[in-house]
């Protein structure tokens, strides 16, 4: 090592005296140090004080250039030397070089700059705000021939693509044309991966999507997914999971997705329906996944139902009842769901029997799989008849009793919440109403009429309302013991409620005088005064249900 120390001396007359002979050999010395004992030799070099020289002998004007910079990428392999390598101000001059022609300057810097900048979210952004993404799209393009100079830009790209700041400067260059371009010649597995590993987090923005469709990488992702869906190699599996994750991923933009619907003609469309019945189950999810997402305007969900995408997704969904693939659940569900928002869609989707298909996973245990099983049939029981037919089945409302406690899973237990108060409102039935009462039902209504979202609040006290109106000796006991009255009382006088709570609230009051015990209740608690006060609410529809009430509150004390 004593000759390190004779070559950093050397090293540093030479750099003020830019002799190119001996500047080299130094540098020479140099790479064979780090080759032998990197750390070692780094921290000796940051002793010395060499660092805050290299930033002079990056020119491109000197033959010595490219040594200097892989001199750098080799110190900053180690963490220690990253920020020494920026106070030294090796960046900027680093990032001049990469509008060099040479392409071993160009590899070297671009190692150098990865190096330093590794695992640094704020030296990437500074990275990108000098401008260094349109000049490495530009390198790629203009050095594509070139395997170890284009690994070095899908490096960079894959670091720089994480951060969000990089998307609106990769949108505004031709990122998309080159990759695809790039990715259409390559053969080898790692190659694409390292493609697929860039094209991921650039795919999250919606103008890069559709760039990305328009430069033809769907039908890039559909080859892939042709030529590997029979395959058992790992490697083969890999990318077709990939491709169809990433073709997921394109259809997420609502411009990008409209595009590959071509009004439900479209090949891509067409490609992605044969995966639903296929046996391999990534492409049956990437399939069902594929249609949640076409499924988000009313006009492709009324074409999908009417061209009979509901029996393929319900023969799917059969193919996992007992033991079932968990995400392929998830997602066949989800398609149902979006499937079912438009309302000509819900008679046939009831007649093709959905229903009684979505009932089977009545019995999973999976959180997200509950989800959207109920936030299927809440979709779909707008009718009369389904809602009076589902309400009336014994084991669904259990279950939903069961799940409205579900206090570790916010969503399922608002969702069941959501659907035992949609089977009163929609089934107007006496039946319905006995059933979630026997199941122990009410209580929960009564928490969701102080839920935090109005709409919830809402519908729980038409609910309320529809059980005092048709089934209030029923349901008396379990409204006492709920407290229900003291929850009306407390939503009417606190002035944040909304004008609706307060107007169905005090609907539902009305409604609950006709049973002894709780109209008791609601004398003790003096409602009168605070009905009285409402009559100069604001909202007219306020008022009015103000005067109506504090009338029947007379006549009955």
Request: charged residues 25%; aromatic residues 2%.
């Amino acid at each position: 090592m004593d000759n390190l120390s004779d070559t950093l001396k050397k090293l540093k007359i030479t750099a003020v005296d830019r002799t190119e002979d001996s500047l080299e050999g130094c540098l020479d010395c140099l790479l064979q140090a780090l080759a032998q004992n990197n750390a070692e030799t780094s921290e000796k070099m940051q002793g010395s004080g060499i660092l805050q020289l290299f930033a002079s002998l990056l020119t491109p004007q000197s033959s010595c250039t490219a040594k200097v910079a892989n001199v750098i990428a080799e110190v900053a392999k180690n963490e220690f030397m990253r920020i020494p390598c920026v106070d030294a101000g090796l960046i900027s001059p680093l990032v001049q070089l990469l509008h060099s022609k040479d392409q071993e300057v160009l590899l070297q810097t671009g190692r150098a700059l990865g190096n330093i900048c590794y695992d640094s979210h704020s030296l990437q952004a500074q990275l990108i705000n000098m401008g260094v993404i349109p000049t490495l799209v530009k390198l790629l393009g203009i050095h594509c021939h070139n395997a170890a100079l284009t690994e070095m830009c899908l490096v960079a790209f894959g670091n720089l693509a994480e951060l969000e700041s990089s998307k609106e400067q990769f949108a505004s260059t031709n990122i998309a044309e080159e990759l695809v371009k790039l990715f259409k010649k390559q053969i080898e597995h790692d190659k694409r991966e390292m493609i697929f590993e860039v094209l991921a987090p650039l795919a999250e923005n919606d103008a890069i999507k559709l760039q990305l469709v328009e430069a033809g990488l769907v039908e890039c992702l559909l080859e892939i997914v042709q030529q590997k869906v029979d395959s058992d190699k790992e490697d083969d599996i890999a990318e077709l999971k990939a491709a169809s994750d990433l073709m997921v991923l394109l259809l997420l933009g609502d411009e990008s997705m409209q595009k590959l619907f071509e009004g439900g003609k479209g090949n891509v469309f067409q490609r992605v329906l044969s995966w639903i019945p296929s046996n391999n189950h990534q492409l049956q999810l990437a399939g069902a996944l594929a249609i949640a997402n076409f499924a988000r305007n009313d006009g492709n969900c009324i074409h999908m139902v009417e061209n009979g995408i509901v029996e393929k997704l319900m023969d799917l969904l059969d193919r996992h009842v007992e033991n079932g693939n968990v995400t392929v659940q998830h997602a066949a569900l989800s398609a149902l769901r979006n499937l079912a928002i438009p309302v000509v869609n819900k008679a046939k989707m009831l007649s093709a029997g959905v229903t009684d298909a979505v009932l089977k996973f009545l019995k999973s245990e999976m959180p997200p799989v509950q989800f959207k099983l109920l936030g299927t049939l809440r979709m779909l029981i707008d009718a009369q008849e389904a809602a009076e037919q589902l309400g009336k089945n014994v084991k669904l409302v259990e279950r939903l009793v069961e799940w409205c406690e579900a206090k570790d899973h916010a969503g399922v237990m608002g969702e069941s919440n959501r659907l035992l108060s949609a089977l009163i409102r929609h089934s107007k039935s006496k039946d319905v109403i006995k059933t979630i009462v026997q199941s122990g039902g009410i209580k929960h209504l009564v928490t969701m009429a102080t839920s935090e979202h109005v709409i919830m609040q809402n519908e729980a006290l038409v609910a309320l309302a529809l059980i005092a109106a048709l089934e209030l000796g029923t349901a008396e006991k379990d409204l006492e013991s709920a407290k229900l009255v003291q929850i009306l009382h407390r939503l009417l006088t606190d002035e944040r409620s909304a004008p609706e709570i307060k107007y169905n609230s005090m609907v539902l009051t009305c409604a609950l005088l006709g049973s002894e015990s709780l109209q008791k209740e609601v004398q003790d608690l003096a409602f009168l005064d605070v009905v009285s006060k409402l009559r100069s609410h604001e909202n007219k529809s306020v008022a009015q249900q103000a005067s109506l009430t504090e009338q029947r509150l007379t006549v009955e004390s």
